[in-house]
Every structure is written in structure tokens, then in C-alpha cells.
């Protein structure tokens, strides 16, 4: 690939990225900001790509039910947190006293009970968006768009530079 040709497909990546990021905010998927901040254009030895971490597929299809990590109730506890979430308090019925003390206050108990619930419910059926068939509007629209750009681009480059080399035999 010709670092003009090069050049137009990375500008049209970040224009893409820029884009996709956009989407993820207005659908209201954005919690941590992790997945934004993992989009990455990156140059190769034949070309050029866009990058994103594991689950960002997951953000058209949701996640379908079955197995989870280990970790996966405290994925869920910090993706609460992210999203500003506070679940019910729930207080110890037992008195704190020298022989024991509880190990989280009332708020982190609701929290991680919450937390198992949600991870649970994804175990078991999935993701609500996975359970409604999936969305279209965060990436899978922009793709073609950016694609229909780079055709553009290039073949008016192409047109330049072939009227350049005629131009130039006469």
C-alpha cells in the first residue's frame, strides 16, 4: 500500500473510531470508558486496522448465556460501580460486637447481592440486548460508510494520478 493510499484509509479509521465512540455514548453503553479507550488504528506490514478489546462485539449482540469467568460476579460489581448504580442497603441483623465485626457496611452488601443477581440472570439467559435480538446502531452501520469513503477517496486518487501519467506522455 502507497503512504497516500495509507494516509486516506487511517484518516478514514479515525474518523470510523471517532464515530463508533460517539455511538457508545448515546446508546448509553458506556460505563468505564474501557472499550472506548481500547479502539486503536494500527498500521501492519500489508495494511491498516481497527482495534477494540475482546467483548466489543458484545456491544451489538449482547452476551448470550452460559459459561462466565470466575471473575465474573466481580465484572459485574465494577461495571456497577461505573455505571453509578446503588442497590438496596441490606443491614446485618447481627450486632457488631469485640468478637465480630462485619467485613462490608450495608451499601457493598446490597451492591455484590445485586451483582451475583445480574451475573446469575446473564449465566443464565443472557444479556437483556442479547434476549431482544441484538442492535445495529453502534458499529455495524458506520462500517460501510467508512468503507464507501475509502472507495472514494482512492479512486479519485487513482483518477489523479492516471491523468497525471497521461498528462505527462503527451
Known sequence: MNERAKHIVINELEALKQRIAKNIVSSGQNASGRTIASLKVEEYDSGVRLLGRFPFGTLETGRKPGKVPNSFIGIIEQWIRDKGIKAAPIPY??????????????????????????????????????????????YSKEIPLTLENIRKRLTGMFKTEIQTININAK
Open 93 to 138: 441483623i447481627r450486632i457488631p460486637s469485640q468478637n465480630w465485626q462485619p467485613k462490608y457496611n450495608p451499601q457493598e452488601r446490597g451492591d455484590m447481592s445485586l451483582a451475583s443477581a445480574i451475573a446469575y440472570k446473564i449465566k443464565k439467559e443472557g444479556t437483556k440486548l442479547h434476549r431482544s435480538g441484538g442492535r445495529a446502531d453502534v
